[in-house]
């Protein structure tokens, strides 16, 4: 199953999609988050410090809009990229904005 939670700024899309994720984690689903928000606080929702969320590697551009030459394995992915939280959620940093300009 895939959920993807959309929407304007400011209208609770980081809280729905961790709450989602918990229960799915608590029903022992593996479950696998993908921030995909400019300014990424997932992590914080699903119980990672500030210090640990900030320690959350982002996915390289390439990987993000598909310009790599495919070599990495979704295995391969998640044991590079994926951070378990204390939710017993996988997440994933797809993007985060580190300078003016950069989105």
């Known amino acids: 199953m895939k959920i993807g939670i959309v929407g304007k700024g400011g209208v609770g899309k980081t809280t729905t999609s961790a709450l989602l994720c918990q229960v799915y984690a608590r029903r022992g689903q593996r479950v696998l988050a993908v921030d995909t928000d400019s300014n990424p606080n997932l992590a914080l929702s699903l119980g990672l410090s500030p210090d640990d969320a900030d ?12 310009t790599g030459n495919g070599a990495i394995t979704p295995a391969d992915l998640l044991r590079d990229y994926g951070v378990a939280t204390p939710s017993s959620v996988t997440l994933l940093n797809a993007m985060a904005i580190t300078q003016a300009g950069a989105g």
């Open 55 to 66: 320690r959350v590697p982002v996915l390289p551009r390439s990987l993000v809009v598909g």
